[in-house]
């Protein structure tokens, strides 16, 4: 059943092995969603086609594949959502109405917000026309006849690189009316934010797109029978159609053998903070958290680690000792309790205090809470005054347990996840670094910065 | 039907019912501030929070849909967590201080607080203050008491047509506001007082006059409109504090008009005429009522024993109750005098006799939203039937297709499907156009009678109008509806014109090929019941239109100011002045009863017991809700001792309900009334649809605000922005073939009256039109309210003159 | 009124979307005639409402609520450095105490000579080049030290 598709894809015309999946090694890591990455011109048209772009799309489409059989092999992927939520795609699209009269959407999440998260923007800047042609697949196999790209709004570059491989793509007949000769149509636009993070949430990017303030609908509906303009919609995010035309050449168990059970492929991690090389890595679901490090430069200035954020603040922080035995995948990061979100890793090391990155987390979801519903609008910034407050040297020890009740509070009590996502940074935080919370209230200053005090006036050994 | 368990109470629910549909049918309290059974659902409070078997995380009642074998937990301990919880994070940054808010002791906050709330607060930090906003003279705010339950924000996007207020900025920092600088000027917008949770939008007139639990609540009857909203009055030592809506689903839902709400204001006017007063060699002297009714008994009996009884004019208004019409009525044909009347907006009176029953909106009001094609001719809703409108607006944005014929294009707060705005004298020829086209749409194989085709021959039938036809026949963009229910209605501008009998005529013919439901939309809260108990000329007397044109020697006039309210103001006033003797029942001085000779307080609509028909034929009857003031008495009382005094036999009513009684002959009244409403014509008139018709016409519009004595005297409604000086207005072109410019002074002169006013570019208006508000004492020289008009330019010495003039003739 | 450059780029923007659906064009409209005027004053928001034909307050309301829009002048150059957790573990404070002591102002205020305006970011999802900062909200400067912000303003002057 996996081959039936696979089989069909014609020797790539280029140097690479007849039937071998088209990939290149960058540095260990292995290229898919940025294939194009080690090409000259990796954002060009020129780049991608010569690399077999554009070939699963004309296949499906002149062929007339069915859309069952692309939606058995995405399920037989493993892919799951990349944007954090990890829900299979296969089974997303099996949501969407097939009959429906009237038009259809297909929208893409490139909306990175979340800290530490940057992987749809090199995807949307170095390869933007395999997320083009991923999100034609989806339209024809979904029957969308618009797609909306939305893209955060501060990497406006990167919104008008996309904007020209659209021209490109539909000059080059990829995009637009009766594609391919056949009667199958679909427009793609990109369409921006403007400094919301809470757009990230798919309903309140359906909200943004309508030309409205992102404030998150209540599901049910889902986008699937209630979306864009309330029509049906499917909403991915950019790595999970990106990966979609690599499916479609090599086939669902190809991708799904790059990973290990239940984390199907390759995934990008956004490194971020304390290591000698951020940026992002393409790699095999599964690679040791170690491995991933070292790619990244490992710990910066020969520090020692003493925490990772796995998945961005709405995942909980990890303590060094917890992630250093970790895999990165799905059952790999929630065995470990965490969790992979995004895949957007943010190294902390010794010189971290907690409590103010905590103070700064705690105002960016205070900042950012769209002020919709009560205990997200109200518990944020409760939250994060009480935790000014420790930080002004104002603290009291039943501080946190207020923290903790309040955070408790508005988990699970709004609209949309932000309320667990603004609760989990504290929840985490005062969980594995209690101490240092403590010893801020008690003392008026921060643990960690004392220390450093202490070595640098000579009064102290550092550790 | 689905099985669910609530708190272990087994229900059976319709499919689509959320959990709080369920429980408030089950009477299981759920607490709740942004849910509203009338708005979209925005589950935003979160005060609803329940549990769920099988959902680890409790969900909003309000927006959860039920399912089969659902159980449901109110009162669980996760619940209570929850509710709690919630509550905890609304008030942290309420104020707590409900001893010095306007609205403690009727506050959903303050209730729901003391079931779920804690004694102290957690919250130590600092509170949230956000500067009010001055949103106009309804309305006021105190924005720090916002719980942002966004009920505002949706109701008058929703209910009333424009999104006037948003919730602006993000997260704590949101602010309720309307856009920087501008008020809220929706007609209905004091229906966010009564749906806002907490303090936070109060009744602006209302504020620091009362607590809640000061007042005394008694229903009533709203006085304006044809609608008869179901209110509330609140009162306090006798005096009206406050109007409410009385929930009333069929009728006003739970809404009123601003002008229902706010109009009491007016009831407490200094202008309250207090005692009676009878006119001393050109003074006004108090007196008792003995001697004001002898003396009034007296005028009256003296000039029609020298003049004939035909020498008297009874004039009653609309909005007097049925048993003052129907004692005006009776005193008249008492004397033998048959000049009666209560249309005093009307100018078209060849339908008399020709009419079948009592004509009505011909529908019920709840009915509206279920009409799939709707006509309307000659009205400018939002003015003439504020809440009404918004039926029409629930119809609409249940797919119905609303097509408008106009001289009036001002925006319903609706989609229009088709529209035709035109002068009013060719509105009747749209209305023949669409006639034609209708009878040619093969759907319908109807003939015409030969008579009326004839009529059309000559007509020419243009796209709009032709569009305007297959709409009202059913014809969809998408799909076509085989029997669509269909509605045609004729509102104030169709009632007041000349050739009202032309309008009604084909609009009665349409009808009838479409098979549509409808008629007219009565202006005020009792002209269907004057129209029932024929409180009207008999066969040889006068109407109120003769009644001015010929002036009588006496006039017996009741609750009006004959200028403002009568449909040809310079023929009113010179009628008045021209009278050996003017009656007047009325709860106001007035300048425009300058004329009269002895003033009779009456009692208003609060004070005294008395039944409103409503356009849809709705018998609905009141009690006073406080005392007359001073002197003042009810006008059937008066009318009754006026009929003694006069000697007349059969005034013997010790009460109202006695009055009613005889009105319906002791029948059931909605038998009665199920008998007369018709809205069928016994014979085609003999009509004239072609005529061509040159120079302007005015487009006479009585503003909202002004639509009666009460209505007139309220400082608040005065203070909206509705209340603007009647202006010359006109659309560009019209001012191009003028060559006038906007903020020029002219005169307008209709008969041989005229008004200098200031000009004013208004492209709602048809071309060949001038809009020239009416109910306004700069107009009152004025003629007919739809009727011709000229326009001269003034130059700025001819300006001068005439305001010297107007100051002299003044002193 | 709208310049004919606005019109025509808010009319692309308009082809995005179904015809009856004008009001999804906002967030560009808004983008795009804050671009050229600098800031979004009153009349700004009222001409794009108008435009768009949709209420002002649905305007002002979007853009009230997407912080790189702004409602009140912002000077020249609006700089807005992100201090989100990625930037602040590399250091963003010292590229914001280094700009706050060369331009003379804080957070939200603009120099006074109309030149500048220092505002504080959140997450702009480009956390690998931290510390950064963006210009005008369309440029976007990354991996900063004090001496590339000191190239990057002298540019600017």
Request: charged letters at 20%.
């Amino acid at each position: 059943m996996t081959t039936t598709i696979s089989a069909q894809i014609p020797t790539p015309a280029n140097s690479y092995e007849a039937g071998k999946p088209v990939m290149t090694d960058l540095n260990g890591q292995t290229l898919l969603c940025l294939r194009t990455l080690a090409e000259e011109n990796p954002a060009s048209l020129e780049t991608y086609i010569k690399l077999g772009g554009y070939s699963a799309l004309k296949r499906i489409v002149s062929e007339k594949t069915k859309a069952t059989d692309i939606i058995t092999q995405v399920k037989t992927s493993g892919l799951r959502g990349r944007g954090g939520a990890g829900f299979p795609t296969g089974l997303k699209w099996s949501f969407m109405p097939r009959y429906f009269d009237g038009v259809k959407y297909l929208v893409c999440n490139s909306d990175e917000g979340e800290p530490g998260t940057f992987k749809d923007r090199d995807i949307i800047r170095y390869n933007p026309h395999q997320l083009i042609e991923g999100m034609a697949i989806a339209a024809y196999t979904l029957g969308a006849r618009v797609g909306y790209n939305y893209i955060h709004g501060e990497i406006w570059q990167d919104y008008e690189i996309f904007e020209a491989a659209l021209h490109e793509a539909k000059a080059a007949g990829y995009l637009g009316e009766n594609l391919f000769g056949t009667n199958f149509c679909f427009d793609l636009y990109a369409v921006h934010g403007y400094g919301a993070y809470i757009c990230g949430e798919e309903t309140a990017l359906i909200e943004s797109i309508e030309g409205k303030k992102g404030q998150p609908r209540f599901k049910p509906p889902f986008p699937a029978s209630y979306g864009v303009f309330g029509k049906p919609t499917n909403v991915n995010n950019t790595e999970s159609y990106a990966s979609i035309p690599w499916i479609m050449q090599h086939g669902g168990e190809a991708f799904a053998a790059l990973g290990v059970p239940n984390s199907g492929g390759t995934k990008l991690f956004s490194v971020s903070g304390h290591v000698g090389k951020p940026g992002n890595y393409e790699v095999k679901m599964g690679t040791p958290f170690t491995e991933l490090l070292e790619m990244a430069g490992g710990v910066w200035k020969g520090r020692k680690l003493k925490a990772v954020i796995p998945g961005g603040p709405s995942t909980p922080v990890m303590p060094a000792s917890a992630i250093m035995g970790a895999t990165m995948d799905y059952e790999g990061l929630s065995k470990a309790r965490s969790s992979l979100g995004a895949g957007s890793m943010i190294v902390m090391d010794e010189t971290t205090c907690m409590v103010k990155a905590l103070h700064r987390l705690s105002y960016f979801f205070y900042e950012e809470s769209c002020g919709q519903c009560t205990p997200c609008r109200e518990g944020t910034g409760w939250v994060y005054r009480v935790i000014t407050r420790i930080v002004n040297g104002k603290g009291k020890m039943e501080d946190l347990d207020l923290l903790t009740d309040v955070s408790n509070n508005i988990s699970g009590r709004t609209i949309c996840a932000l309320g667990e996502a603004a609760a989990t940074p504290v929840l985490s935080f005062i969980k594995h670094f209690r101490p240092e919370f403590e010893y801020y209230i008690q003392h008026g200053k921060s643990m960690v910065e004392s220390q450093i005090d202490a070595v640098v006036d000579g009064k102290a050994e550092p550790k | 039907m689905l099985n669910i368990e609530i708190d272990g109470k087994a229900l059976e629910v319709e499919h689509g019912s959320t959990i709080i549909d369920a429980a408030d049918k089950a009477g299981i309290p759920i607490p709740r501030f942004c849910y509203h059974p009338k708005l979209s659902v925005a589950a935003n409070c979160r005060m609803c929070l329940v549990q769920v078997e099988k959902f680890n995380k409790p969900l909003p009642a309000c927006a959860t849909p039920v399912a089969d074998g659902m159980k449901i937990f109110t009162r669980s301990k996760s619940a209570i967590e929850a509710q709690k919880s919630v509550m905890e994070f609304l008030l942290i940054n309420h104020p707590l201080d409900c001893p010095i808010c306007d609205q403690g002791g009727e506050c959903d906050l303050q209730d729901i607080a003391v079931a779920y709330g804690t004694s102290g607060s957690r919250y130590t930090e600092e509170k949230r203050v956000v500067f009010n906003k001055n949103i106009g003279p309804l309305v006021s705010t105190d924005m720090t008491r916002c719980i942002q339950c966004t009920r505002c924000v949706r109701f008058l996007k929703e209910v009333g047509g424009m999104m006037e207020l948003g919730m602006v900025g993000r997260g704590e920092h949101a602010e309720i506001t309307a856009y920087v600088d501008k008020s809220v000027n929706s007609e209905l917008s004091g229906n966010i007082i009564d749906l806002c949770p907490v303090g936070a939008l109060t009744s602006k007139p209302f504020r620091y006059s009362a607590r809640s639990w000061e007042l005394t609540r008694r229903p009533s009857i709203a006085p304006h409109d044809g609608l008869g909203s179901h209110i509330e009055v609140h009162v306090k030592d006798n005096k009206v504090m406050r109007v409410l809506p009385r929930e009333k689903e069929s009728i006003n839902e739970c809404w009123l008009s601003d002008r229902d709400r706010f109009s009491y204001e007016g009831l407490n006017s200094p202008d309250r005429l207090k005692v009676p007063m009878i006119k001393h060699n050109g003074a006004w002297v108090e007196t008792d009522w003995k001697t004001a009714l002898e003396f009034a008994a007296g005028q009256i009996k003296d000039i029609t024993n020298e003049h004939g009884s035909e020498a008297l004019g009874v004039l009653v208004s609309p909005n007097s109750t049925m048993e003052e019409g129907y004692l005006a009525k009776k005193l008249a044909d008492g004397l033998g005098c048959g000049n009666v009347d209560y249309r005093l907006r009307q100018t078209d009176f060849r339908l008399d006799g020709k009419r079948q029953g009592t004509p009505w909106m011909g529908i019920n009001i709840h009915e509206i939203e279920e009409l799939d094609r709707i006509l309307v001719i000659g009205s400018n809703l939002r003015n003439e039937h504020p809440l009404l409108a918004q039926r029409f607006r629930k119809a609409v944005a249940n797919g119905a297709e609303l097509s408008v014929i106009s001289p009036l294009d001002n925006d319903p707060l609706m989609d229009i499907a088709h529209k035709v705005i035109v002068r009013p004298n060719d509105m009747v020829n749209v209305l023949g156009q669409i006639l034609k086209a209708m009878s040619g749409l093969q759907r319908l194989s109807l003939c015409l009678p030969a008579s009326l085709n004839q009529l059309l021959e000559e007509i020419k039938v243009r796209p709009n109008t032709q569009a305007i036809a297959e709409s009202m026949a059913g014809h969809g963009k998408d799909y076509d509806l085989v029997a669509p229910k269909v509605g045609i209605f004729l509102g104030n501008m169709a009632l007041s014109d000349p050739r009202f009998t032309e309008m009604y005529s084909m609009a009665e013919a349409i009808g009838g090929i479409s098979g549509a439901k409808g008629g007219i939309l009565p202006a005020a809260a009792n002209s269907t019941g004057m129209h029932m108990m024929g409180v009207m000329p008999s066969s040889t007397g006068m109407h109120a239109r003769a009644m001015l044109e010929v002036p009588r020697k006496a006039y017996l006039i009741v609750n009006i100011e004959p200028e403002l309210d009568c449909q040809h103001a310079a023929l009113a006033k010179v009628a008045m002045a021209k009278a050996e003797c003017v009656v007047a029942l009325t709860a106001f001085k007035s300048q425009a009863l300058e004329n009269a000779d002895v003033l009779l307080p009456i009692a208003p609509f609060t004070e005294t017991s008395g039944t409103f028909m409503s356009m849809e034929g709705r018998v609905q009857s009141f009690t006073a809700v406080a005392k007359p003031l001073a002197e003042c008495r009810p006008a059937w009382k008066v009318l009754r001792v006026l009929a003694n005094t006069l000697g007349l036999q059969g005034f013997d009513y010790e009460t109202s309900e006695q009055v009613k009684e005889a009105i319906f002959s002791g029948e059931k009244p909605s038998a009665v009334v199920w008998r007369s409403l018709n809205n069928n014509l016994k014979e085609l008139v003999e009509i004239q649809v072609n005529i061509k018709h040159d120079g302007l016409q005015r487009i006479g519009e009585v503003p909202q605000y002004e639509s009666d004595p009460i209505v007139r005297r309220s400082p608040p409604l005065q203070k909206t922005k509705y209340n603007i000086k009647p202006m010359a207005r006109m659309c560009a072109s019209q001012l191009e073939v003028l060559g006038l410019v906007e903020g020029d002074n002219v005169l307008v002169k209709q008969d041989k009256g005229s008004a200098v006013l200031t000009v004013k570019l208004d492209n709602h208006v048809a071309k060949g039109c001038v809009r020239v508000a009416a109910a306004h004492e700069d107009t009152i020289g004025l003629g007919d309210l739809m009727g011709d008009i000229t326009v001269e330019k003034l130059s700025v010495e001819q300006l001068q003159a005439h305001t010297k003039a107007s100051m002299e003739a003044r002193a | 009124m709208l310049s004919q450059q606005a019109i025509e780029k808010i009319d692309y923007e308009l082809t995005k979307y179904p015809a009856d659906q004008r009001i999804a064009a906002v967030m560009s409209a808004l983008r795009i005639v804050q671009t050229e005027r600098g800031w979004l004053s009153k009349e700004s928001i009222t001409d794009v409402s108008q435009y768009l034909r949709i209420p002002e307050i649905a305007a002002l309301e979007v853009a009230g609520f997407y912080n790189m829009y702004d409602l009140s002048p912002v000077g020249q150059y609006k700089i807005t450095v992100c201090t989100n957790i990625s930037c602040m573990l590399r250091d963003s404070d010292e590229i914001v105490d280094h700009l706050k002591a060369k331009l003379g102002v804080g957070f939200n205020e603009v120099t006074a000579d109309g030149k500048f305006c220092l505002k504080e970011g959140e997450c702009m999802g480009a956390c690998g080049g931290a510390p950064l900062m963006t210009v005008n909200n369309h440029t976007m400067h990354e991996f900063l030290t004090t001496e590339k912000v000191d190239a990057i303003l002298e540019e600017l002057k």
